[in-house]
Structure formats: C-alpha cells, structure tokens
C-alpha cells in the first residue's frame, strides 16, 4: 500500500476551500474548484492543515469528484462502508463531541444512514412501502393542502416576499411533521431539537444558541435534546401502539424486527432521521427550482401552459441544486477508485456537487436544462442507501409547483439570492421575489 506521503495530494488553498463553509455559500466559485480538482486530482488525499497551523483540524480523507467513481462506490455497499467513521464530514472537534455523547460511536444517533448490512436493509424494509408513489398517493391531498397554504402566504405579500422563508424552508417542514404525525402546535420544538442535534455552521440558520457556547454546553444541550426526543416519541409510539393510524409513525411504532418490536432509541434513531432528513433537503431542491424560473421568465410562461413539462423542472432542480452536497463512507478492505489506491479503514468523501456537474456526464452541467435526458443524477445517491423519501421530494416539489403555477402569472427576482454556509445540505437561504398573482 502507498504510503501517505505519498498520496495524491491537493495544495492546501484547495484543501481549504473543499473543507470551509464559506466556500459552499459561494455557489461558482465552489465548481470552479470542484471543476479544477477532478480534471487533476479526480481521488485526491485532503490532509488537515493544523500543522501548518493553517486550517481546521479534521481527519484525513479522500475526496472522490468524479461521477463514475461515486456511482461505483455508492453501489458498492460491502467494500465502501458507513461504519464506524461518521457518515458527514465533521470536524475532529465534533467526531469526539459525538463519542463522548454516545459513548464511542462517531454517529450522533443509530438510524439508517448509520447502519451497514445485514441490518440497514431490515430496518430500511420497515418503511419502504410507506415511501413508495403507489402508498403516498393517500397522503396527495393533505399535501396539496399544505401547499396552498402556503401560496396563501406568498400572495398575502402583497406581490414581494422572501419565497425561502415564506414558502420552501415551511412546506417540507410541515409535510414531513404531518406524516411523522407530530401535531401542528409541536412543530417549532422539533425544528430547535434538530437543529440542536444537527446545528449546521450557518448563523442565520441556527437558532439553537449554541454558536458560542464552550463544547461542554454544547454536550449538555445536545444530550438534552436527545432526551427530549426520547421522551417526545416515547409518547407518540405509545398512543401509536393504541391507535394505529396510516401515518408513518404507526408504521415505526408497530413494527418488529427479528420477532422483536424496535426499542426505544431505535425508534427515536427512526423518527430523527426522517425529520432531519425531509425539510432542508426539499426545501433547498424547491427554492433553486424557483430560482431557475425566476430568472427565465418564458419559461415560467410555458410551464404554466403545459404541464408536462414541470417533472422535467423538478428533476433538474434537484441535480441543478444538489442539496445533499456529500456523504462519506469507509474502506472496509483494501481497494481502489478511479484507479487509486485506497486502505481498509481510509475515510472517502463521496462529493455529489462535483459528481453532479462533472461535464463527462452533463453537457453544459451549470445550466439549468429543463430538457435534459437522460438525467441520472446523483442527488439522491445510488445503491442500498439511496434516499428513502425520493417519491416523496418529487411529489412534494410537483404539488407545490402546480398550486403555484395555477395561482401566480409571473416573478421576478426582487433582490440577490444568498446560500448557507455548509458543507452537508446546502442551499439558497433568502430568495427575494416579485410576483403577480394570476
Ligand atoms: C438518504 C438526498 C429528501 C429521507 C439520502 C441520501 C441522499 C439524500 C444523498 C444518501 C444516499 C446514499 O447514501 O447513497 C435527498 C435529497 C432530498 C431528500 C436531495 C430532497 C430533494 C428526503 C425526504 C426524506 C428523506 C423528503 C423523508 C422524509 C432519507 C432517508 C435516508 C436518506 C431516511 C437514509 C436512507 C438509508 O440510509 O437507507 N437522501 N433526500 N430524504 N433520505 Fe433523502
């Protein structure tokens, strides 16, 4: 095995911009870097840089850009692992924040991003019907009607809005708590357990409190948080076991594994992971569709006359924005990608954003190309792990778009979009509009 001298490496102002969350808020310059290291460093070795003194601390990693290499490692779930490392890349200061929480293990709570096989597919198994278009079909209703509530909050705007927090960070939110079946009035203390649990690096999105807190407060915040959810869900699943109903969470709380009915952090692990996983995603998918039609006024025009043409949108927005910008996973023997050899236990980033504009698979790959086809992106990953709630972002993002191309003539952009700062899921927090209604 080649030693890690010897590893190809990235000079460090490109280390630095694939680690920092500045960079990710700024949107070109970001694929310009992604563009510059996989035409040069398609497997490329990201050492942190506190020796130096010159950046944060973080265990090495590969960084993987191409799409063919993260296909393969995205299907190939016995050699590319999501144990033991952590599953998002996170700082050396949050891996043991994690362990220390947990009691060892690098993942902050056991769901199934978490698990490997055999495992991962016995608790994916538990909920992949419910997931399923034919099942969600029984839940289009109750979208649509979260949906129009939130047309109803854009058009009492009065022709100018922010369509961020007015309409795409709420509508998942709230479709996601519906069909976890968290009552309306329990909505705001999800949101803060989250993002107590979850906390991402933007100000302006975090409102946990925790931005300049000493890392034992954080621990003693988080372990709260977690024993909130405990509590909370404990509850819920009870009234569950009593009261079936067809929401996912009677799925959850009724459903046995090996003979045995899920225990209780389990459960929570289950609950956690789709309320994490199911609103900043939809949303930055959302509003970079909005973004796309916003600045193409005739094409908003032609969508509102032919319909046919919005899962084309939808689906292009998703690869356009790429919400989830990676995952990791870990070598579980010695292997290659793209030609580069990799060790058992090496940590690899699987980077979508690069994958998903790598212009070997996507002519012209910064435009946003209604028409594209075929479009196998990887915003959703690829393989067991492949994302759970796909039919159900579409759906979502369907539903909302008809509402509002039956009720809005035109927009306009009213000011600059800006994103989040992240590494993780990214995506536009202010998209200022102007509208009128039709
Ligand atoms: C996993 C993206 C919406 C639930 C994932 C993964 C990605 C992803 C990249 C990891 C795939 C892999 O490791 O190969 C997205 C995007 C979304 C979205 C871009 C919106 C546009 C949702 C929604 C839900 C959801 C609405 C459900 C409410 C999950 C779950 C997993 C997952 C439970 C873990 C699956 C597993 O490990 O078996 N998602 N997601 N996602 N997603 Fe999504």
Known sequence: MMPTQDRPRLDPVTARAVIDPQSYAEWDGLLDTFDHIRATTPVAWVEPQEAAGEGPVHPPFWLVTR???VMRMSKDNA???????????SLTEGIEFAKALTGGSEHMVASLVTFDAPIHMKYRKLTQEWFMPKNLRGVEDEIRGIAHAAVDRLLAGGGEADFVKTVSAPYPLHVVMQILGVPEEDEPRMLTLTQQMFGGSDEDLNQSGMKDLPVEAITQLVAGAVKDFEAYFAKLT???RANPTADVASTIANAVVDGEPLNDRDMMGYYIILAAAGHDTTSASTAGAMLALA????????VRADRSLLPGIVEEAIRWTTPVQHFMRTAAEDTEVGGQAIAKGDWLMMNYVAANHDPAHFDDPRRFDAARSPNRHLAFGAGAHQCLGLHLARLEMRILFEALLDRIETVDLAGEPARSKSTFVGGLKTLPLRFTAA
């Open 295 to 302: 600045r193409d006024p005739a094409q908003w025009a032609r």
């Open 79 to 89: 050699t590319f692992l999501n144990n033991p490392h952590s599953v998002v890349f």
């Open 238 to 240: 009870a009234e569950r």
């Open 67 to 69: 799409y063919d290499d």
